[in-house]
């Protein structure tokens, strides 16, 4: 049976190769999980660490600098499709999400000035971070 | 810190750092990316908010 490569050469299919596909998929994976969980950690992982190492101090900082500002982690609310989404977002942010929930440091202050200064940086750090994981993504297929 | 102003200028600096990172490989490039990204971010906010300044609210 023929089989095609990510480059579209034909190669021959071995008992071999369907346990390093697997074993492929698996290192991806773990790596979107690292660059997820520790903003820039896929780039350092994948050898790229003047990326990963701008990441890691640049989106922390982004989220750290949403939370003093008073803004809000938002909760999963379906009923409220854009409190929702938000919350996605507020997830990309990996790690400090994590802690900040936990803490219980994302309440926000509706009432501070800089509340939706605050939201919109907590926001805009997880999608960032989202879109850094997706780069740790095309380093690992190859790709870039 | 109390200025809208400032906080406009953290947010295009930290959006500006990333994208350029992400978008360009060497560190000179990256250099040049990130601070006409954040050129244009303060000079299209300057813009877009004297354009709004005589809107009713």
């Known amino acids: 049976m023929m089989r095609y490569d990510s480059v579209n050469m034909p190669t021959k299919s071995t008992a071999v190769e369907p346990a390093r596909a697997a074993a492929e998929r698996g290192r991806l994976v773990l790596l979107c999980l690292a660059a997820w969980a520790v903003p820039g950690a896929g780039h350092i992982w994948m050898g790229r660490r003047q990326k990963g190492v701008v990441f890691l101090l640049a989106l922390p900082a982004m989220f750290v600098s949403g939370l003093l500002m008073h803004g809000r982690i938002f909760p999963f609310e379906l009923s409220e499709p854009l409190v929702a989404l938000a919350a996605v977002a507020n997830i990309g942010a990996g790690a400090p999400w994590l802690i900040a929930r936990i803490t219980e440091s994302g309440s926000g202050i509706v009432t501070a000035w800089s509340y939706e200064y605050g939201n919109c940086f907590l926001i805009v750090a997880g999608l960032l971070n989202f879109l850094v994981v997706l780069d740790a993504f095309d380093i690992g297929m190859g790709r870039k | ?57």
């Open chain 2, 1 to 57: 810190m109390t200025s809208h102003f400032l906080l406009m200028v953290l947010f295009a600096f930290f959006v500006s750092v990333v994208f350029a990172v992400l978008l360009r490989d060497k560190p000179g490039e990256q250099l040049r990316t990130g601070a006409m990204m954040f050129g244009g971010f303060i000079a299209a906010a300057v813009v877009l908010g004297w354009l709004m300044y005589p809107l009713p609210l």
